[in-house]
């Protein structure tokens, strides 16, 4: 019984679409043709990459165990190890204090809201509703829409992505946004590598044990010697195995892509519409 009827209602849906072959035809071409004339209309965009590998210092890996726990305590190290370095390094790269002071150094509040912008005047539109954007919305704009971080856990690269209408804009951001990161991080380290040193000439005044004091002197050295590269040092955060380079294909709209899924969708809507009309047409003959 449940097999005549699993017939039937197969039976009925083939007639169904038999019967409404021209109706569902022409659905579904109007939308592949809409799909199709949207994706050539759409503004294209295109994603610019930069390859990095982090710089993970080796610091604390040659001392004793008297020197580590200076060096805990200091701030310089020893608590992260590899794996907590290259977090750190990746959630500075994303921050907000690092975004908010690019987007200012870029002039990117105009380029990220262009309507809200009057580039004739220089002045930001006072339409009803439309206020100067904040720094939170381009950060969220940037972040959401613009700048992409991924990390590779199986090698640990990093690639820094940026996507944009220009092309040539998006490989100059994205190379801007490392030399930034690694400028932003290197004055941070050798802030930090100050104050280590401050902290551990004080320590060297208060103590007078000599395994102390040794290991006092060999951080001291240490962070001097870090401060210093730190300075010469142009790759400091990031390492750039791959530059940036304009790219010369458009990461979206897929073309492709976009005419299947108007393809799809215009099946899914002309059968509907053709099962409502046979419904329709069914409900007027009982009537």
Sequence with gaps: MNEARRELSLSDIAGLLL??????????????????????????????????????????????????RYLNLSGAGGVGAATQERAELLAALRSRRFTYAFIRNESLLPVLFPKRWDSGKQEWLKSAGQDTPTMWEAYERFDDAVRHVHLDEETGLITLSVEWVDPEVAATWANALVDRANEYLRKQAVAEGESSLEYLSQELRR?????????????????????????????FGFEILDPAVPPEVRSRPNRRAMAVAGFV??????????AYREGRRRQTGLD
């Design 207 to 235: 103590t007078s044990a000599d395994e102390i004091r040794d290991a006092v002197f060999r951080l001291v050295e240490m962070q001097m010697r870090n401060v210093m590269l730190a300075n010469v040092r142009e790759e």
């Design 265 to 274: 969708l215009g099946g899914f809507v002309g059968v509907v519409v053709a």
């Design 19 to 68: 019967r409404h072959k021209l109706l569902i035809s022409g659905i579904v071409a109007i939308f592949t043709l809409a799909a199709i004339l949207y994706s050539f209309i759409v503004t294209p965009v295109y994603r610019a990459e930069v390859l990095l590998a982090p710089v993970v210092s080796d610091a604390g890996s040659a001392l004793n165990p008297v020197a580590e």
